[in-house]
């Protein structure tokens, strides 16, 4: 037997969520079965928990985008019994059952081995959000932004992605400009290597101009919406701004081709849940090695199963700061 935090659906279509006991032939099919040690929380857990289920598609089901833990058992000959592993994205705690559990059952493609110097509730106040930070910085270099280049800016900065990444740019060497819009986050960003303050209202106003003064080097941007369509008028000549979230919507209000065209500016995708092997690999390597681990310890919060329903419904309303890692033996 094991504890999950179980969602249901009710014959009206209202969910509940709750704390249950298991057995593990409750599991889904997978290559590998994993004791879940810590799990996280981000927004699409969010959904998954809220009212009408969100993400989720069918019920009973267990949540939890993210986890990390060691392997209990294995039919695939590239992990074995002891082996600490990491899982993000690939629609789990969607689709397939999550991290929100003492066990989890995936496919063997879906983990990544945990790097050494990394514990598994390290992973997991970096999970999705930190890994999708990783990868964003990781494409903004891989385009040519190096220290130096000039002040690069990260929207939505006191959530998980915008946490993450200041202090990952900071600690690379860069300037780092941090937007927020939530009173008494300033000491919070600057913790976090965040050499400059940007209020949201600074950039959140919709403007009909084609271009903007040249401010940034680079951006990580978690927001999207009015936000990103300000910004990437203000991008310098041949800048990148590496696209995360819609936090802010999914239309860029007020964009015109203009920056792409009379500026050259790039618009980079990042996904995080399709990801193939290598490049998540890659991003986890980079977290090990530049991830300030004492800046991290200022980003977490310890929750538990217990816990997660409340908080759940507190990161949809933007009322949770860093990141949240969830002690599921707790």
């Given at each position: ?84 592993v990491?899982?993000?994205g ?25 790097p050494?110097?990394l514990s ?61 819009g ?56 041949g ?45 986890w ?12 310890k ?33």
């Open positions: 037997m094991f504890r999950a935090l179980v969602v249901e659906k009710d014959a009206e279509g209202k969910t509940r969520a709750a704390v249950q006991d298991l057995s593990e032939d409750r599991l889904p099919e997978g290559d590998v079965t994993v004791a879940v040690e810590f799990s996280t929380l981000n927004y699409k857990d969010g959904l998954c928990l809220g009212s009408g289920g969100g993400l989720v598609r069918s019920w009973p089901h267990v949540p939890g985008i993210d986890f990390a833990g060691v392997v209990q058992q294995s039919a695939d000959p590239r992990y074995k019994p002891g082996d600490r990491v899982l993000t690939w629609r789990v705690g969607e689709v397939h059952w999550g991290g929100y559990a003492q066990r989890a059952r995936v496919k063997a493609d879906w983990l990544v081995p945990l050494d110097g598994t509730r390290t992973a997991m106040a970096v999970g999705t959000a930190g890994m999708a930070a990783m990868l964003a910085v990781i494409a903004l270099e891989d385009q040519g932004l190096k220290p130096g280049d000039g002040p690069v800016l990260v929207t939505g900065a006191s959530g998980g992605v915008g946490s993450v990444a200041t202090a990952v740019l900071a600690h690379l060497g860069h300037e780092v400009a941090a937007v927020t939530r009173p008494g986050s300033e000491d919070y960003l600057r913790d976090l290597g965040a050499s400059r303050i940007v209020p949201r209202e600074d950039l959140s106003e919709v403007t009909r101009k084609p271009l903007e003064s040249e401010i940034w080097a680079g951006c990580v941007d978690p927001v999207a919406g009015a936000m990103l369509g300000r910004v990437l008028k203000q991008m310098r000549y800048a990148s701004v590496a696209a995360v979230g819609l936090a802010g919507g999914a239309a860029i209000e007020g964009a015109l081709i203009t920056p792409f065209i009379l500026r050259g500016v790039n618009l980079l995708g990042i996904d995080s849940v399709m990801q193939p092997y290598e490049a998540r690999l890659r991003a390597q980079r977290i090990a090695s530049d991830l300030p681990m004492d800046r991290l200022g980003m977490i919060r310890s929750a538990t199963l217990e816990d997660l329903p409340g908080l759940g419904a507190d990161i949809l309303k933007g009322q949770v700061q860093g990141r949240v890692v969830v002690d599921v033996n707790a």
